[in-house]
């Protein structure tokens, strides 16, 4: 039997719900593999930060950097600034350990209610809706270089620094021109805004452009992320891989999941793909405190990344049972939370899903 020791950050809001929901059923996938999941509590967050002023220790890389895996819930409370909470806690890992691959599946599952309604009044079919964003993790938008200058005066100015580097941008572009290479359709469309953002966006596009020539089967081109977002609107079967920046990425995943149903059903994998360092698993959604504490929350965003997590950590039989598992509750429709028209709640989607773990054994996500 092979271990893994997972580090878990339940975090703030509903991610103590949608993880502790979401632990045996990944516990159960793994067992049938031959695989044991040894996860390890850490009790940072807000909470953490109104104690000590911090989201997690000073000390608190270290003490993640020998765990094979990190599994994170959600960030942020009400009453502490976004900032303090994603600069805090989630930033720091992705950049401290290279994580710069943010892996985000966005795909229409079978017997949800569409939300595109289609041209012509038909509804979009789901194989018709089936991306995955790449989106740059470790730099870009996110860097957090700038400051607020003359504060309180009419004058008052805000700078914030974007740092586009071309190894940076060479490196995300080289793994989702792999991932493309991968898949059935081979499709690649990289989001730019080189239109106005002439020195970074022009790099991107030029390195991008210098990655493909290493992948001639690739058919690619570059979208203003403007028009791109209209797309995946109103075109959403001619997208498959999406590259994009740090900003770009988050924005134009957040609207790939709500065109799916829900921004809980999406799964994230903050990757750092030479594996000098764990990488870490999350839903895509926030710790939305309308609806912490209710049991309502959607698990399946958390229970998808958790077998991107199992396919990471080289069990791809556990995560495949998690996978089919998701789409077998979801295709059957009687158990869904609120959100997605359902009466269930966070607990009951998550043990409907341990309940298919037995016979989606084997299943392969479709590419
Ligand atoms: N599931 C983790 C979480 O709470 N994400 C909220 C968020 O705002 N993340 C920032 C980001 O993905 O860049």
């Given at each position: 039997m092979s271990r893994h020791r997972v580090a878990v950050l339940a975090g703030d809001g509903i991610g103590p719900e949608v993880v502790e929901a979401s632990l045996p059923v990944l516990d159960e996938a793994a067992g049938l593999e031959g695989v044991r999941l040894e996860w390890v509590h850490f009790p940072w967050g807000c909470d953490h930060w109104q104690e000590t002023g911090r989201m997690m220790p000073a000390d608190g890389l270290d003490l993640l950097r020998p765990f094979d895996a990190i599994?994170?819930?959600?960030?942020?409370?009400?009453?502490?600034?976004?900032?303090?909470?994603?600069?805090?806690?989630?930033?720091?890992?992705?950049?401290?350990?290279?994580?710069?691959?943010?892996?985000?599946?966005?795909?229409?599952?079978?017997?949800?209610?569409?939300?595109?309604?289609?041209?012509?009044?038909?509804?979009?079919?789901?194989?018709?809706?089936r991306m995955v964003c790449v989106r740059e993790n470790s730099e870009g938008e996110y860097v957090g270089a700038g400051g607020r200058f003359d504060q309180g005066s009419p004058d008052e100015r805000a700078e914030q620094l974007s740092v586009f580097t071309r190894r940076g941008i060479e490196r995300v572009a080289r793994y989702a021109f792999h991932l493309a290479d991968r898949r059935s359709r081979r499709l690649l469309a990289s989001a730019t805004k080189s239109n106005a953002w002439q020195h970074a966006m022009v790099l991107w596009d030029e390195v991008v452009e210098e990655?493909?020539?290493?992948?001639?089967?690739?058919?690619?081109?570059?979208?203003?992320?403007?028009?791109?977002?209209?797309?995946?609107?109103?075109?959403?079967?001619?997208?498959?891989?999406?590259?994009?920046?740090?900003?770009?990425?988050d924005i134009l995943s957040d609207l790939g999941?709500?065109?799916?149903?829900?921004?809980?059903?999406?799964?994230?994998?903050?990757?750092?793909?030479?594996?000098?360092?764990?990488?870490?698993f999350e839903p895509i959604h926030g710790s939305a405190p309308d609806i912490a504490g209710r049991g309502i929350a959607n698990p399946i965003g958390t229970l998808w990344a958790g077998a991107l997590m199992l396919e990471h950590l080289g069990a791809p039989g556990a995560a495949a049972r998690v996978e089919g598992a998701i789409r077998a509750v979801v295709a059957e429709g009687a158990t869904l939370t609120p959100e997605l028209g359902g009466r269930a709640g966070t607990v009951e989607v998550a043990e409907a899903?341990?309940?298919?773990?037995?016979?989606?054994?084997?299943?392969?996500?479709?590419?």
């Open positions: 599994f994170l819930g959600a960030v942020g409370r009400p009453d502490v600034p976004d900032h303090v909470s994603v600069r805090g806690l989630i930033l720091p890992i992705r950049q401290a350990f290279h994580q710069y691959v943010n892996l985000r599946p966005m795909e229409l599952l079978s017997g949800l209610p569409p939300v595109l309604a289609g041209r012509g009044g038909a509804p979009f079919p789901p194989e018709s809706f990655v493909a020539q290493d992948f001639p089967r690739v058919t690619w081109r570059p979208y203003h992320v403007d028009a791109l977002a209209a797309r995946m609107v109103s075109h959403p079967e001619s997208l498959d891989v999406i590259l994009a920046s740090n900003l770009f990425g999941a709500a065109l799916t149903g829900s921004l809980g059903l999406a799964p994230g994998a903050n990757l750092n793909p030479e594996r000098s360092y764990p990488s870490m899903v341990r309940l298919r773990l037995g016979d989606a054994g084997g299943a392969p996500p479709p590419s």
